[in-house]
């Protein structure tokens, strides 16, 4: 049975379905592309890894022809459907990077913070209105074994510079007065909010008036040599391209051995009707930090600059073979539990309504990070695997693709996360197998106060451990 609060909920993104803001393009799509073209770079996907690589490739050289492909519209994707963090961290969060990478995670922090302080840059130089504020972000207990974890997170943080500081259980009921906190940890900087449909299309027209083409409506189905570049198929064309950066995210990618490495993960947010200034004053939080719980099956929540609050997370769900279909945009059963969970956090709230429940696919990998390659002879690059923090990280990681495919060594591509590559999933349908199981034992876990069973302690023992 559906919660009441969801009632009239629409099923569509909320950033996509803002017609009466005025920072919405009211303009049709681009064209498809029909007939053959030549570009001295192509970008394959519409979402932010393809608009931060148009955009640098223009800044680096003013000249380059660059085109970019996208299969539908331009942010349609995770890009418009996210829950609008834009996180400083490179590595999905200081933990995993500091596992995976300990020999640079200094290096990598200092990366992170450079390119968030460059992605407020950009929005001030494109005067691009998406809401951005450098909230800073609280990560916060909801049960006491969690507590130790953020301890942890709090001294690893100071150690590498963070601006943090340790909340205990009345200083957090304090400042956001949410009935299950234990304890928190607030990272003062290193998270900004942000309208992330409006940041699409701030990058898309930034790009355009820099001379980018845009053809939407346009999938690539094949790409292969050209003389001494690429010749990228779509269904009505064709593009010779010298260079090629892909960005297609959860999506098939046209090159192979980039397949073997990302599964697609859905996650689900819902967003409420702006709340009065009455709701506003029960539940504090009036300096507007992101919220994201310390659970691993975790909700992530904040407050929008029309005073809503979006409220996401929890269930990562993975349909076996790895299916990405519309139908699986809405999942009843998850926003009935988000609905109550927010309910449970929030109870003064109670009464207050949904007017957005939506779904969208994360592109996953074994790390939990960014990946990065070139395939045909270094004429094209590829990123991917952001899972979920790909709001700020896809702009580092447009980067590293045009340092790339530039052919000489960079600061970047000696980077031991970019020289290296996550462990590959298996076929199906052991995938399907491992996954579900890995799933279950977190949710076991979080359910027996962090205790993880045998299945993820052999993952963790292997380098493949998942605990957010």
């Not at 990405?324 to 609905?339: F, H, M, N």
Request: glycine share 12%; hydrophobic share 40%; aromatic share 8%.
């Amino acid at each position: 049975m559906r919660h009441p609060a969801l009632r009239d909920a629409a099923g569509t993104p909320f950033w996509l379905d803002q017609p009466q803001r005025p920072q919405r393009p009211q303009r049709p799509p681009h064209p498809p592309l029909r007939g053959a073209a030549e570009a001295d770079l192509a970008v394959v996907g519409g979402g932010f890894s393809g608009l931060w690589t148009a955009l640098l490739a223009k800044e680096r050289d003013p000249g380059l022809d660059v085109v970019v492909l996208e299969g539908r519209r331009i942010g349609w994707a995770a890009s418009g459907r996210n829950g609008g963090f834009c996180a400083g961290s490179l590595t999905h969060g200081l933990a995993n990077g500091a596992e995976r990478f300990p020999d640079e995670i200094e290096t990598l922090e200092a990366l992170g913070r450079e390119n968030l302080d460059g992605i407020e840059a950009t929005l001030q130089r494109y005067s691009i209105d998406c809401g951005f504020e450098r909230t800073g972000e609280l990560s916060v207990a909801t049960a006491p074994w969690q507590v130790p974890g953020l301890l942890e997170q709090q001294r690893l943080s100071e150690r590498l510079g963070r601006r943090v500081e340790l909340l205990d259980r009345d200083a957090i009921r304090a400042e956001v007065h949410g009935a299950t906190y234990e304890a928190a940890v607030w990272d003062r900087d290193g998270t900004a909010l942000l309208d992330p449909a409006r940041l699409a299309w701030g990058l898309a027209d930034a790009c355009a008036a820099l001379g980018v083409r845009f053809h939407e409506g346009t999938r690539v189905t094949g790409i292969s040599p050209a003389g001494a570049g690429l010749r990228l198929r779509t269904p009505d064309g064709s593009v010779t391209a010298a260079k090629v950066a892909l960005g297609t995210g959860a999506f098939r990618s046209p090159l192979r051995r980039v397949r073997p490495f990302i599964v697609p993960v859905y996650d689900y947010a819902l967003m409420t009707e702006p709340l009065t200034a009455g709701q506003l004053a029960s539940i504090g939080w009036a300096r507007r930090q992101g919220i994201a719980d310390a659970a691993n099956q975790f909700h992530y929540y904040r407050r929008t600059d029309d005073d809503r609050i979006l409220w996401g997370g929890y269930d990562a769900v993975y349909h076996n073979g790895g299916a990405i279909r519309p139908a699986y945009d809405q999942r009843p059963s998850t926003s009935d539990k988000l609905a109550t969970h927010f309910f449970e956090t929030f109870p003064q709230l109670e009464g207050l309504r949904f007017t957005h429940a939506w779904g969208g696919v994360v592109d996953t990998c074994s790390r939990f990070c960014a990946f990065f390659g070139t395939g045909h002879g270094g004429r094209l690059a590829y990123a991917a695997g952001f899972t979920g923090l790909g709001v700020g990280a896809t702009r580092f990681g447009a980067q590293v693709m045009l340092d790339l495919l530039s052919g000489e060594p960079t600061p970047l591509t000696r980077l031991r996360m970019v020289r290296s590559k996550p462990v590959p999933f298996p076929p199906e349908p052991v995938r399907s197998g491992v996954i579900q199981l890995t799933r279950w034992s977190i949710a076991r876990a979080d359910a027996h106060d962090g205790r993880r069973n045998l299945w993820l302690r052999t993952l963790d023992r292997l380098g493949l451990g998942f605990d957010s």
